[in-house]
């Protein structure tokens, strides 16, 4: 953001949050009271047999939200990250040590990561972006007010191809905002990102407004960009979980789930991503409403899950079937390019097809700034995790090329993923979708040909 003299700032961002007014004219995000994650560590640790995982599932099962897998223990000899609480680190750390389970210390002060990752900002900072959506730094993490208002900015730019409107209130009443970029025609594919359904994933949201505005904008020597854009019609919705999201802001940074209340349990949220109505409720989900994959008491419990579910629905599945070719869910950490099914072990039919062009497009990731990303399925590669979007996205609207993608990085920084790697991680993710969609855009007109052949 620009500091120019003159330029406007917004009190209203800050009008519930006089305490957080910092010394002088600066103001310290986040203004209201947080969980403190000071002397928090975060550990690697290498299971090498059974009894290492069991171990780690019996710890979990005695520390409780002390001790949070950030990458879940699975199999012998993969890798499992955990953060631990400051008063259950000198009760673990020997334990470990006594079986032999080795770890790395990613971490030994995770409050200092999370400070590194947003840096005060001075008033004058604070710009109003509708008036002008250029003011938007694309290499700095944004409030959900700030992300709004940039998008509703968005509308004079970009007509008339394009439109911003909610597709629906959340829990907490904010109106979840999407873009949609291109002519609406019934024969234009649509590809469809979504990002931050779990709250903490900020590098996700981050990087589909990165390519929101290279879609908008792209560079006049850009031909691909220009033909991407005029070929399909693109819906983007950069944060799809604006409650949580909002929460990693005032109050938990590390905050994953929805914000919705239980009847019967004082613990809030549900996992939007074990939420969505296919095979919900099977392997990798918790029926505990204080357990991070908690999935709900019913599919599409959530306001967040069911928006996105009408609005597929309506537009793609019921009046416009077979426009949706490309279905993306934006999340992170870990570096994988990940394939239905989440649910069971086995795979779709047309998994080659879809590891192919997963393959290619995390080449061209790789290319663009040297990450390498893993392509497989989320059973095989990650883990077991029912009612997950993409399997949704696969299973019940048939779109064959449907992904989760696990952004930046692969555990060092974790969910706290300094801003220095919003535009890499963005330009990267770009390279990708170009690579997907251009892939797709052949084969459907390969199909096309085929077609008119046999007619
Ligand atoms: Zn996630």
Redesign the pocket.
Known sequence: MGTEPGMKWRRRMFSDSASGLGIGNELAYPPRHRTTCRVHHVIRLKPKHESHLQLLKSLKNKHGEQMEFWRKPTIPLQDVDVRLSPEVIPGILPLLNESGLLYDVMTDDLESLVSAERPKRSVADVVDVTESPDNFSLSSYHTYDEISDWMDGLIDKCKPDCDVFSIGDTYEGRPMKIIRIGKESVRRPVIWIDAG??AR?WI?PATAIYIISKLIDPDKSDRIARVLASRYTWYILPVANPDGYDYTWTMDRLW?KTRSHHKYSPCRGVDG?RNWDFHWGGEGTSDLPCNEDYRGDEPFSEPETRNIARLVFDEFLLTLQGRLAVYLSL??YGQYWLTPWGYTYNVPPDYPDLVHLGTKATEAMRRTHGSRYQVGSSARILYLAAGGSDDWAKGVLGVKYSYTV?LCDTGRHGFILPPHYITTTGDEMLEATRSLSLSVLRERRRAARKRRRYT
């Open positions: 359904i779990h994933e996700a994953r991503n999340h992170s696990e």
